[in-house]
């Protein structure tokens, strides 16, 4: 009796050691005088971090009122409303000094020497552009969570990538891999399009994905969840903040310091955390 009873215990105490393998160590938050703050990307080669500002009570509003923060990585902000102009910015990517941004049905290209917005793209189809991610050949992917699919831009021409997904948001290159996070899911995308799920049960809006490393990932849920994907599928529970009423929108990331920087939305500000 007594070898019956300690097995399951024995098991039950590893799976909770396994669940607590990682956790969040809170390093600063920035001042909050953003509006809005929506996604964040962290440019390593310039140690700066853009910031999205929605500036408005509508996140889908037309309202030229929207635009990109600029922060330093210490959390102190250089510019609230760096480069302005835009309706209602959301994920942005970086490639050869030029910040790509989802904006509705737009994605704008900014001269990130210059900090002005350099030329639109016109989506063609697109309601309401969310998330971006562009490969090392600078073709760009940006998810459209109203019209419910996900784009390829080459060469400033726009194709239909995926269609009939379920609530498209965060997009992620990484090498020769493509990654998608649609309604409470992690997707891997095939080279035949078809989507191998990763893992799910990620509820509250799946909106931010970053890789950690080898095949761990970071994923955020804008309600205010953050979770840690292991390579198996397993995953953890980082931060849980919705009783708050605390979002936890479109994260980036510093591979080097292991920093994720988290934008909190109505609340107007970013918070970095270690990833431990």
């Not at 292991?258 to 500000?269: A, I």
Request: proline letters at 2%.
């Amino acid at each position: 009796m007594k070898k019956l009873v300690f097995v399951p215990l024995f098991s039950l105490s590893l799976t909770a050691l396994y669940a607590q393998q990682h956790q969040l160590i809170k390093k600063w938050e920035s001042d909050t005088v953003l509006k809005v703050s929506e996604s964040v990307l962290f440019d390593a080669k310039n140690n700066v971090l853009y910031v999205t500002n929605i500036d408005g009570t509508e996140p889908w509003g037309k309202d030229g009122k929207g635009s990109v923060g600029k922060l330093g990585t210490e959390g102190k902000i250089i510019n609230a409303e760096w480069v302005t102009g835009l309706d209602a910015p959301k994920g942005m990517g970086l490639y050869k000094g030029k910040l790509y941004v989802a904006d509705m049905e737009n994605l704008v290209v900014i001269d990130i020497t210059k900090g002005s917005i350099e030329k639109k793209i016109a989506v063609e189809g697109a309601q309401g552009l969310n998330d971006v991610s562009i490969d090392k050949n600078g073709v760009v992917y940006v998810s459209d969570s109203r019209a419910k699919r996900l784009y390829r831009v080459i060469n400033e021409k726009t194709e239909l990538f995926l269609d009939n997904l379920k609530g498209p948001n965060g997009v992620l290159v990484r090498g020769e891999d493509l990654y998608l996070l649609d309604a409470g899911g992690m997707y891997k995308v095939e080279k035949d399009k078809t989507l191998t799920k990763i893992t799910d049960g990620m509820d509250g809006g799946t909106d931010g994905i970053e890789n950690v490393a080898g095949n761990d990932f970071i994923i955020s849920c804008w309600a205010g969840v953050i979770w840690y994907v292991n390579a198996d599928g397993t995953k953890e529970k980082l931060l849980d903040t919705r009783e708050e009423k605390r979002n936890t929108a479109d994260i980036g990331w510093d591979v080097k310091t292991r920093t994720v920087y988290v934008p909190t939305f109505w609340k107007n500000s970013v918070v970095a955390y270690e990833v431990k």
